[in-house]
């Protein structure tokens, strides 16, 4: 089994900055691409970043230049470091990991969630 947990969710004003983190655990034998995902209520869940292994990284749109994503191979965790925070990144985060298992297989697993609320 393999679990992700996030932390570093909570209430921050507009401008402001939040740090998340996201650790799996569990029969991992490596970790492949990891990412954050964001789903604002009435919306559907979306991309917000994502880093391969050897740390390419990607971002949408919306958040270049103010959020960066980043990971602990060693400690199969990855962070998402938000900053100049607006209103409209008010959402659920979500971490995903691609993860290798020791059969070989890989899978997707999801985290279970972290409320990013910025009042304006």
């Known amino acids: 089994q393999v679990q992700l947990v996030e932390s570093g969710g909570g209430l921050v004003q507009a401008g402001g900055s939040l740090r998340l983190s996201c650790a799996a655990s569990?029969?991992?034998?490596?970790?492949?691409?990891m990412g954050w995902y964001r789903q604002a209520p009435g919306e559907q869940r979306e991309l917000v970043a994502s880093?391969?292994?050897?740390?390419?990284?990607n971002y949408a749109d919306s958040v270049k230049g103010r959020f960066t994503i980043s990971r602990d191979n060693a400690k199969n965790t990855v962070f998402l470091q938000m900053n100049s925070l607006k209103p409209e990144d008010t959402a659920v985060y979500y971490c995903n990991a691609n993860v290798r298992v020791y059969s070989g297989r890989y899978y997707v697993h999801w985290g279970q969630g972290t409320q990013v609320t910025v009042s304006s």
């Open positions: 569990g029969s991992i034998f490596s970790i492949n691409d």
């Open positions: 880093i391969t292994s050897s740390s390419m990284s």
